[in-house]
């Protein structure tokens, strides 16, 4: 039986020979035939070397996660499948070096699978290039066996290429067609999976740390600061590259501490900025995170979740850091957390961040982990036109000259003072760490704490009124509803369309403010559900504890992962029939 359009393409190999650039192409090459694709990349917490992979999942209807069986893995050396063999399906195919790997002595553990070997490295030096290029012969070799016109691959390579000149371009398509051409006069052309064309598209391939890039330049970002810490690293790359073309000063501080506090200081000044990191480096930004909240200035900080504690697993993904950010710094502040789930979100809540910074005059924070950060989504092109941007309570110059006296803290109802900028007339005023009066200057009196500790908690209970409500996915009523937050979103929803196929009715209601915590509607749905399962990736149930806390009620079930590796559809979907039982 001949699959169609349907597979799981992985290669993997020694760090340094391109690998997430090749597994890139292959996925681009399938989104410009018209289908979706999901790319999932794994490496080991190495500066040099180790075994790197880039899968990427290709399908006709809209999927959102990797999955557990591998179609056609392109192994660069002989550990990739010995590493891999588990995950491949049956009938698999392996394309290899010929000259460079032996599978005579590997067991196969019964499995059937298609072996292609191919002169990889031959290849690529005939064509002019090093031993880089034979993950292009092995892609050339992939489109045979997929019986793919490698025409398609010869624009994607003039695309990628371009740039380095009509040589490289002619190196990268004499690779590619050494392995398509070997594969064609060597290999009977029966592989039970075709790739085919369904027409054009305009979707892109992006990551969620790409789409929040483009999300704070969107916004108005005018200053992003960083110290590179995986698994928020490429961020910087992307503002470093980008950035600058749009008035966006982009600077590599010393460390997390610098990074913190040239943000606040930027913030002081009345420049949008965003600062990235993850749960270590975050740890250093916490006095610097206080201060911004005592200053009540506005400040978007990115934490992207790794395994911990202490350095843990840092090129590896979980969601163990949702109760830290919540609780990070002393003494009771507005602490605004939002966690997109996938690039969407992560464009449009990135944007709104900087909105709710300067509207409630306080640091916001966006919760994201490896496995969103650096997954890569087709998805539709974001819609810039739905961007709005609000500065919030700015005072004029205008107001200042009739002011003679200026109060930056001034006690209003809303808990938002009237903000004023460095250099205007009229608008001085100190900002330090100590508590103080209306006007910024030191004071220990209990009254003004008391009013001052008040005055900054009333925003966070005017922003939690003027929440939207939590979406619910699926059916009103269902048999099982899921509640989670983050990068679980998108095996979620592949769950449930399975699920759907086998009459198993499921919905899913997912949080992206995790604080203000939207407790009325969570807790609608929790007691209106028949059962409730709760995903999420950390081994103390971090999020099901803030449902119990908010909602003073219990869940039915949970599934949690903390091993480095993120949920699979089918995990959900094992769990889900148990409950449905």
């Not at 588990?86 to 392996?94: W, Y």
């Not at 191919?118 to 690529?124: D, E, M, R, S």
């Not at 993904?317 to 009771?332: I, K, M, P, S, Y």
């Amino acid at each position: 039986m001949v699959t169609i359009n349907t597979l799981q393409w992985k290669i993997g190999g020694p760090a340094g020979l391109g690998i997430k650039t090749t597994g890139e192409m292959f996925a681009r090459l399938c989104m410009h035939a018209g289908l979706h694709v999901f790319g999932y990349t794994e490496y080991p917490s190495l500066i040099r070397g180790g075994h790197n992979t880039y899968q990427a999942y290709v399908s006709e209807k809209k999927i959102r996660a990797q999955v557990h069986l591998v179609d056609v893995l392109i192994a660069l050396n002989k550990e990739t499948i010995s590493l891999h063999l588990d995950e491949l399906a049956d009938q698999a195919a392996i394309i290899y070096d010929i000259d460079k790997v032996q599978v005579d002595d590997i067991d196969l553990k019964g499995k059937q699978l298609h072996f292609y070997p191919i002169p990889l490295t031959k290849c690529a030096k005939e064509s002019g290039g090093s031993d880089v290029m034979m993950n292009n012969v092995a892609l050339g070799a992939t489109l045979a066996v997929l019986d793919y016109d490698i025409a398609n691959l010869h624009a994607l390579i003039e695309e990628t290429f371009g740039k380095k000149g009509e040589k490289i371009v002619k190196i990268n398509k004499d690779s590619a067609h050494c392995g398509y051409d070997f594969v064609k006069r060597n290999f009977p052309q029966d592989f039970h999976i075709k790739l085919r064309s369904i027409g054009t598209s305009n979707r892109i391939l992006i990551a969620a740390n790409e789409a929040m890039g483009m999300g704070a330049i969107a916004a108005g970002c005018k200053f992003y600061v960083a110290y590179p810490m995986t698994p928020t690293s490429s961020i910087l790359h992307f503002m470093a590259e980008y950035g600058p073309k749009y008035g966006v000063l982009v600077r590599h501080a010393e460390d997390e501490i610098g990074v913190i506090n040239q943000a606040v200081g930027a913030g002081y000044a009345g420049v949008r900025v965003m600062c990235a990191t993850s749960g270590g480096g975050f740890s250093l930004m916490t006095e610097g995170y206080g201060l911004a909240a005592m200053t009540e200035t506005p400040v978007v900080i990115v934490e992207g979740q790794r395994p911990g504690p202490a350095t843990g697993l840092p090129t590896w993904t979980e969601q163990g850091d949702l109760r830290f950010v919540l609780h990070a710094h002393q003494g009771d502040f507005p602490r605004i957390v939002l966690a997109p789930g996938d690039t969407q979100e992560a464009f449009f809540l990135t944007a709104e961040a900087f909105n709710i910074a300067e509207r409630y005059q306080t640091p916001v924070i966006l919760l994201t982990d490896k496995h969103l950060g650096e997954s890569h989504e087709s998805t539709e092109p974001f819609e810039y036109t739905k961007i709005t941007i609000d500065h919030g309570e700015l005072i004029s110059d205008e107001t200042l000259t009739k002011e003679t006296d200026y109060k930056r803290y001034q006690f209003t109802d809303s808990g938002i003072s009237p903000r004023s900028l460095p250099g205007q007339a009229g608008g001085v005023y100190l900002a330090n760490s100590d508590e103080h009066d209306e006007h910024g200057d030191s004071v220990e009196g209990a009254d003004n704490r008391t009013r001052m500790v008040e005055k900054r908690m009333r925003k966070f209970t005017m922003l939690e009124k003027s929440l939207p409500k939590p979406t619910l996915y699926g059916p009103e009523s269902a048999d099982v509803t899921i509640l989670s937050f983050g990068s679980t979103k998108g095996a979620i929803f592949d769950a449930i369309d399975i699920l759907e196929q086998e009459k198993i009715p499921v919905n899913f209601l997912q949080v992206t403010f995790l604080s203000p915590f939207p407790t009325q509607a969570v807790k609608e749905v929790v007691t209106k559900a028949k059962k409730t399962l709760v995903v999420e990736g950390n081994y103390t149930g971090q999020f099901e504890s803030l449902i119990r806390e908010h909602c003073l009620t219990e869940v039915h079930e949970h599934l949690r992962r903390y091993d480095g590796r993120p949920f699979y559809a089918l995990d959900i979907v094992t769990k889900v029939k148990e409950m449905a039982k």
